[in-house]
């Protein structure tokens, strides 16, 4: 008899670990987040009926309905991946890990300007209402925890929990069979996932008037209508086109970045926020929340997109090697 040699007994070892009751418990976790959002629907209903008794406009009304929507496609979301996720679907793991770092990338920018902003914000809230002097401190310090949690520790546990190799092995052995997300890398599955998210956004603009900045002028109503629903139409079909790897997806993605661009930055080079305040229609309460954003000099505006619209064509430029030559295209 011979003796197992450390190479047969290393090759005899299995080459993973099964995370099954891990994506169980994950997509459990998802369905949950899921549920939590579709709960937020009614409670925003219930908002609304309360502040509308206490005679506030119909400002907040108006909002309810793409509020709604936006809690309802998220439900859907995080519950249609939940459900992958549990049954071990290699779709649902490359969809999550996609959506994950999107959500962390947004969460901390958004992260960082609450913590910028806020304090002036509640400060003058509070001074409004009246509140002790410690109260405004710990409000905020509780405010900037839960959203580090749900900003950032949540989609980088996610982030980390998918990118394991352990489940993408156990995801691999269990659905082997082919998916849409086959040929399509992580990078060009994420820039499809944020198209469909832009696309969606579209959704929250009824509650302020349509309003949209356009070259240089404040554009509202049915105007802004339109080149919502353009611009909708058009992350769709740069969507569906990342998904095909078609270049002329990347093509049209860049020349309307490049248009979204001049055209905040030209808009905002020469109108203030405050100037935005009669078009989008808010309420005396909103206009107050809105208060610290609103007076911020139009420059510093300016910065902001041009580093948004800047690391979205960086981005753009990094994934230009993923999509096919035109010839490959029937």
Request: hydrophobic share 55%; net charge positive.
């Amino acid at each position: 008899m011979t003796a197992a040699t450390p190479e047969s007994a290393s090759v005899a070892k299995p080459a993973f670990r099964d995370r099954s009751t891990a994506l169980i418990i994950v997509g459990s976790i998802e369905i949950l987040l899921g549920f939590g959002c579709a709960l937020l629907i009614p409670l925003s209903l219930l908002a609304v009926s309360v502040t509308g008794s206490l005679g506030a406009s119909g400002a907040e009304t108006r909002s309810l309905a793409p509020v709604a929507a936006l809690y309802g496609v998220a439900a859907a979301a995080f519950t249609w991946i939940g459900v992958g996720t549990i049954r071990a679907r290699r779709w649902a793991r490359e969809v999550m890990l996609s959506l994950s770092w999107i959500w962390l990338v947004t969460g901390a920018c958004s992260l960082a300007v609450s913590g910028w902003m806020m304090p002036a914000l509640l400060s003058d809230l509070g001074g409004e209402a009246g509140y002790p002097t410690g109260f405004v401190p710990l409000v905020l310090v509780t405010i900037l925890v839960v959203l580090g949690f749900l900003y950032v520790v949540l989609p980088g546990a996610f982030i980390l929990f998918y990118r394991s190799r352990h489940v993408a092995e156990t995801c691999r052995k269990r659905d082997p069979k082919p998916q849409w997300t086959d040929g399509l890398p992580e990078r060009l599955l994420t820039l499809t996932i944020l198209w469909v998210m832009l696309s969606v956004s579209v959704l929250v603009m009824p509650a302020y008037g349509w309003v949209v900045p356009f070259f240089g002028f404040i554009v509202g109503g049915a105007s802004g209508f339109g080149i919502w629903a353009a611009f909708f139409g058009c992350c769709l079909l740069r969507a569906w086109g990342s998904s095909r790897r078609a270049p002329w997806a990347w093509k049209g993605a860049v020349g309307l970045t490049i248009l979204a661009a001049v055209s905040s930055l030209v808009t905002f080079a020469r109108v203030d926020l405050v100037d935005f305040v009669p078009a989008m229609g808010l309420s005396a309460e909103q206009e107050l929340m809105f208060s610290g954003v609103l007076a911020i000099d139009r420059w510093l505006v300016v910065v902001f997109w041009v580093a948004v619209w800047g690391s979205f064509l960086a981005y753009l430029l990094t994934v230009r090697g993923c999509f096919l030559p035109a010839d490959t295209h029937e």
